[in-house]
């Protein structure tokens, strides 16, 4: 006996998988630009604060080579012209991942502002992010910041 299926079985499950990647590839391409600002949004809120005045934060392309998984890139201006730039980093704490929010001014080493989309960015004990972890991000985002520091 022989154990054959009929082709359009197959072909429905071929048909069944392409569909179901198209879906999710256009859900992703529609919800980009609210996924973008949502972030920018976070980091206006995290940088600002609420007795500080808004900065004006503006999304930068992500460059390739920096042995980093950085979210995000932000060019930040801060009132009065000085300008820096914002990187969300997925740092991994006790309970997954957490965007952690570090700010590089030209010629300076990145600073640890706080973590993003959660309900107390201050306290990354809460977290399970060390002191070690979120020193030994800053200095990734430091070795990296330098790239983004040229073009200003």
Not at 48 to 73: E, F, H, L, N, Q
Not at 83 to 100: D, M, Y
């Amino acid at each position: 006996m022989s154990m054959q299926r009929p082709v359009s079985q197959y072909l429905s499950s071929v048909a069944l998988v392409v569909s179901l990647v198209a879906v999710a590839a256009g859900i992703s391409f529609l919800t980009k630009r609210i996924t973008e600002e949502t972030f920018r949004v976070s980091v206006v809120h995290a940088l600002s604060g609420k007795d500080k005045p808004a900065v004006v934060v503006k999304p930068i392309r992500p460059k390739g080579g920096s042995s980093m998984s950085y979210s995000r890139v932000f060019a930040v201006t801060y009132p009065g012209g000085k300008s820096a730039t914002a990187f969300l980093v997925s740092v991994t704490g006790h309970s997954g991942p957490f965007s952690a929010l570090y700010v590089a001014r030209p010629g300076s080493e990145a600073v640890f502002s706080g973590l993003v989309g959660v309900a107390h960015p201050d306290e990354t004990w809460r977290y399970g992010l060390t002191d070690r972890v979120i020193e030994s991000w800053a200095e990734r985002v430091t070795a990296v910041a330098g790239k983004y520091g040229e073009e200003k």
